[in-house]
């Protein structure tokens, strides 16, 4: 099996940080957007290992990762997986759908 990459959109990247912002200035202490990163890392290696086990959207061909409070929203093409989204699941699903409607040049 072809080695993968991994690409986060910038949008993804922009969401990512957002989130760990909030979450240090609210809590005032690294812990929790530490253990954010964890999780997205350990999750981020389950997509690259296995990206067609999880399920699809009706997005552009995106496909969901579920980690609790936050979702990653991805898709594969070829040997790349983009990161589309990075998603805290508390916040509208409307803007959601906006986002992945968006071209991220994948």
Known sequence: MAERKIIWTATADKQLQLILDYWLDRNKSAEYPNKILRLVDEYV??????PDSYRLTEHRNNRVCVMGTF???FKRINSI???TSFWDNRQNPKRLKRILRRKDGT
Do not use: H
């Open 45 to 50: 290696e389950q997509i690259v290992n296995r």
């Open 71 to 73: 979702s990653i929203y």
């Open 81 to 83: 997986v983009y990161i």
